[in-house]
């Protein structure tokens, strides 16, 4: 069984870091392109950032470009973000996903929650 599990968000500042992570069993997971996807209230799923199996290409959306860093660490099974200048646009529940952009996997899990407030 396919499992991927969230952590690491919180509440944090205008401005502030912080990095999220996504345990991977279940699967082969360093076959995999994975990516992150959030869905902000009253929103629908949103991708953010994908990586390749091997971690040697990464791409962004338009929005976190220059303040968000995806990686993996293959030996551990474990997808990493790490989100800085975080602004209140940013505020959502994120999710790790198979595949990329246009194919991943709707993730079921419950996600991390970030909250970006004064």
């Known amino acids: 069984e396919v499992q991927l599990v969230e952590s690491g968000g919180g509440l944090v500042q205008p401005g502030g870091s912080l990095k999220l992570s996504c345990a991977a069993s279940?699967?082969?997971?360093?076959?995999?392109?994975m990516s992150w996807v959030r869905q902000a209230p009253g929103k629908g799923l949103e991708w953010v950032s994908g990586?390749?199996?091997?971690?040697?290409?990464?791409i962004y959306a338009d929005f976190v470009k220059g303040r968000f860093t995806i990686s993996r660490d293959n030996a551990k099974n474990t997808l990493y973000l790490q989100m800085n200048s975080l602004k209140p646009e940013d505020m959502a529940v994120y999710y790790c996903?198979?595949?990329?952009?246009?194919?991943?996997?709707?993730?079921r899990g419950q996600g991390t929650q970030v909250t970006v407030s004064s």
């Open positions: 279940g699967f082969a997971f360093s076959s995999n392109y």
């Open positions: 990586i390749t199996s091997g971690g040697g290409m990464r």
């Open positions: 996903a198979k595949g990329g952009r246009y194919d991943y996997t709707v993730p």
